[in-house]
């Protein structure tokens, strides 16, 4: 299994923007699917965005148009370009790949 490990988290005003990343320990290049996850305070964790190796695309309702990801496989990286964030996408966002999951980093989305 692959390690995970994410960054780009911070504090946003809302309709701001930020870029998560997540690097992989290993190749994701076999990997069928790589998601972003997010868990707000007091919630369960919900799937955010999900690209397949072949690069199809697939997001929750509450984020499309929004949010876009991607995936470069020859550097075994994941991104999640967030746009016109609201208060509510604050969460701790994860990077998933079949059983493995990053430590998460936090999105707090404030005036």
């Known amino acids: 299994q692959v390690q995970l490990v994410e960054s780009g988290g911070g504090l946003v005003q809302p309709g701001g923007s930020l870029r998560l990343s997540c690097a992989a320990s290993?190749?994701?290049?076999?990997?069928?699917?790589m998601n972003w996850y997010r868990q707000a305070p007091g919630k369960q964790r919900e799937i955010v965005a999900s690209?397949?190796?072949?690069?199809?695309?697939n997001y929750a309702t509450s984020v499309r148009g929004r949010f876009t990801i991607s995936r470069d496989n020859a550097k075994n990286m994941v991104y999640l370009q967030m746009n016109l964030l609201k208060p509510e996408d604050t969460a701790v966002y994860y990077c998933?790949?079949?059983?493995?999951w990053g430590q998460g980093t936090q999105v707090t989305v404030s005036s």
């Open positions: 690209i397949t190796r072949g690069g199809s695309t």
């Open positions: 998933n790949a079949q059983a493995s």
């Open positions: 290993g190749s994701i290049a076999s990997i069928y699917a």
